[in-house]
């Protein structure tokens, strides 16, 4: 679009040259200062889609700073999930089925989430009597954490689908999660007052996404096995 809006500008200024000949340096200067005050507009624009540069305090993929910065929370996942045994709702859309919503929804709820767990080397396994499952505002304040915002790692899920039509590349997933999309934000239960284990401990998860009517950008929650077996199961 960049492009074109400057062929459009080039034209534009070919044409008054060949009108008023006379003007040709003014004209010329004009097109230059245009071109320049575009530029900046579009760099301005684009400066919260700039990877930050990180300096590396330990040799993993997830750097501690990130947590404070929301940035990245799949370098961590990513090792969080191998090998283990993961429980997911079972909702995924058929043909019709995703309300007022974008249509893309239908493609992308559920799939993509399982589609990263398996590149992620996880055991996925679909759970029908997690799909009317709430989680409690006050279990969220009290036992987790947020680790970061989701919408890269779910953008560059289109790696691992298996979608063979164009809403599986790579530009389709862009525009919806980084374009149309609020922010996607991942929480982890880090431990309760009871003293239970974190998503860090061995064991098997339930990993959740908070389906609501209407809304696309659904958060996702982390949580051992005997934790939601406990404390969150039948809160419907």
């Not at 029908?128 to 919408?151: C, K, M, P, Q």
Request: net charge negative; proline share 2%.
């Amino acid at each position: 679009m960049r492009y074109l809006v400057f062929l459009i500008l080039a034209i534009a200024a070919g044409i008054a040259i060949r009108i008023k000949k006379e003007y040709r340096n003014r004209i010329l200067i004009a097109l230059c200062a245009l071109v320049v005050l575009l530029n900046v507009f579009y760099n301005a624009r684009m400066l919260k889609g700039v990877m930050s540069f990180i300096r590396p305090v330990s040799q993993t993929f997830y750097q501690t700073s990130y947590l404070d910065t929301g940035e990245y929370p799949d370098s961590l996942l990513m090792m969080l999930f191998k090998g283990r045994t993961v429980y997911v709702k079972n909702d995924k859309c058929g043909k019709d089925d995703y309300g007022h919503r974008h249509w893309l929804f239908r493609y992308y709820h559920a799939f993509n989430t399982q589609w990263f767990l398996k590149a992620a080397e996880a055991d996925v396994k679909e759970d029908d009597s997690i799909n009317d499952v709430s989680l409690a505002a006050e279990l969220i304040d009290s036992d987790f954490e947020e680790l970061g915002r989701a919408n890269d790692m779910f953008r560059y899920i289109f790696m691992y689908n298996d979608i063979d039509r164009e809403w599986g590349n790579y530009f389709y997933y862009y525009w919806y999660y980084y374009e149309r999309l609020d922010p996607i934000r991942v929480f982890v239960m880090t431990g309760d007052e009871n003293g239970s284990g974190s998503v860090f401990d061995p064991g098997e998860l339930v990993v959740m996404w908070n389906t609501v009517d209407g809304i696309e950008n659904e958060d996702i929650y982390i949580m051992p096995k005997d934790y939601y077996d406990r404390e969150v199961a039948g809160n419907e």
